[in-house]
């Protein structure tokens, strides 16, 4: 089982200054699954309600997704998320969360499903990340998680027992501050690191990201694009990029790391190009291939003469 994740698929309704929309498929799990499945395989673990149909589900059709872990549960509802972004596109403002499905969701993993390469737990209840974390049979290679304000809020303490225990944290710079109350994010970052884990990955919006381990800092600009439509999943499709392209290397070296960011980065500025997954059901390998050289020759810079 190459890769595992498990969080939300969710309906989301959003507003940003260029357009609205009521009713959309999200998810951090249905951005990180779609993104991850251009490198390697994905299986699934989340749950939906009877309201979401077999169109909403056709996203994951055609793709390297393993789908046997989506429950439907009949007479409830899909989670739902309604956020709403002015013109700082960095900051969502959440107007509604709707657990419903999710409120009491409870997997039993399958043998395949507890024996991941790669467990990435995406955004959604700590307690929920824990419990699938612990239900794998042997440590898996890599284990990472996202999570948002939400849960630093209502759930720090659960929220920090599974940062105890995953090699990898992938989450954006306000959240690195919220939990952290440190205001420099290099501050901030080594105090998440002396928790356990090797390497916290911070995303910073229009800004980029910034990857931090004990002994190097890698910085990435975001690629620079004159329309940006709407920020919603960005992070998951980053997350799902960046680990779906470590899922298919056997080695995790730091120049591995690195591409894997580039990756990352590439995605996740498809995504914020249309609305949902407007954009990332329209793309192909060769499309991702191509911007990650723009990115190259974005960054490249030569040595300076004496
Ligand atoms: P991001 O990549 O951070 O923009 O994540 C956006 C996705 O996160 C949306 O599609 C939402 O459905 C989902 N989301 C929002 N709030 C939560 C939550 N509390 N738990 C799980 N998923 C969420």
Redesign the pocket.
Known sequence: MPILVV??V???ALQTPFGKVDRCI???A??FSVAASFFTEVALVAVVGDDFSEADASIFEGRNIDVSGLQRIPGEKT???S?EYGYDLNV?K?RD?Q?NV?ANFKPELSDSQRNADVLFL????PELQLDVLHQQEKRPRIVAL?T?N??IDIKRDALERVFREVDLIII?EAEVRQFTKEANLIKGARSILALGPQTLVIKRGEYGVLMVTKDAVFAAPAYPLENVFD????????AGGFLGYLGSRSELTDRELRRAIIFGSVLASFTVEKFSLDRLREITLRDVYERYQDFRTLTHFDDHEA
């Open positions: 969080g939300s969710a309906f989301d999200g998810g951090s249905t951005y989670f739902f998320w956020g969502a959440t969360t657990l999710f995406a955004n959604i209840q996202d948002m939400l849960w954006n920020p919603t999943g960005a992070g998951d499709t980053f």
